[in-house]
């Protein structure tokens, strides 16, 4: 037996919670997820352009790396001990290549676990001159939520000795309303820096 849907007003008030609970489903399976996914979306975005202006610091920082050399006397003596001796230390410890580079990845090591983390991989790269210097760089997998990558990578570059992040690539599985623990695979490389052998 069917039943009459009611007229007058009873009809137009039934009509008015129909429609608010047609929208309301609507907008929680349609609007809502949408939102959220642009948000983090957007949150993700401002992340990436702090991260690159942060990197773009660290880049100019090359020069002062220099004329830190210079200034402790590596260019005319070679003498590295003056450098490494003091408390603002920004070169790496070791007398060749390979030291340097695991006092390099030791180091990562130490800053991927203060920021809650781990390295997946960490490859030590062939070392390049640069006048005084020479370049240690280690390729490095992390796989972390967000806020983890940026803490390990603003300790990266306020680190001593000092060390550049560089050929950033990133790898998310991040889906519409997700949120930032979600976890994002970061390949980079890590460049420090020791004194060339006179």
């Known amino acids: 037996m069917m039943h009459a849907l009611p007229d007058g007003r009873r009809g137009q008030a039934l009509a008015v919670a129909l429609t608010l609970i047609a929208a309301t489903l609507l907008w929680m399976s349609t609007a809502a997820p949408l939102i959220g996914w642009y948000t983090a979306r957007a949150d993700a975005l401002a992340q990436q352009q702090q991260l690159a ?3 773009a610091a660290l880049d100019a ?6 004329q830190a050399v210079s200034a402790a006397g590596l260019q005319s003596t070679g003498n590295a001990a003056e ?6 230390q920004v070169l790496l410890a070791g007398d060749s290549d390979v030291i340097a580079g ?3 990845q030791t180091a990562l090591q130490d800053l991927a676990s203060q920021a809650g983390t781990s390295l997946d991989s960490a490859a030590l790269q062939p070392a ?5 210097v020479r370049r240690i760089s280690m390729q490095v997998s992390v796989t972390a939520p967000w806020p983890v990558l940026i803490a390990l990578w603003q300790a990266i570059g306020t680190s001593r000795p000092r060390m550049i992040v560089d050929q950033l690539s990133l790898t ?8 930032q623990d979600q976890p994002v695979q970061a390949s980079f490389s890590v460049t420090g820096f020791r ?3 006179p």
């Not at 920082?61 to 220099?66: A, G, K, V």
């Not at 998310?172 to 949120?179: E, H, I, Q, Y």
């Open 53 to 55: 202006a942060h990197l």
């Open 61 to 66: 920082e090359i020069p002062s790396l220099r």
């Open 83 to 88: 450098l490494q001796s003091t408390s603002n």
């Open 102 to 104: 695991a006092n390099l």
């Open 128 to 132: 390049q001159a640069d006048g005084a």
């Open 172 to 179: 998310t599985s991040a889906t519409p309303g997700g949120d």
């Open 195 to 197: 004194a060339a052998t």
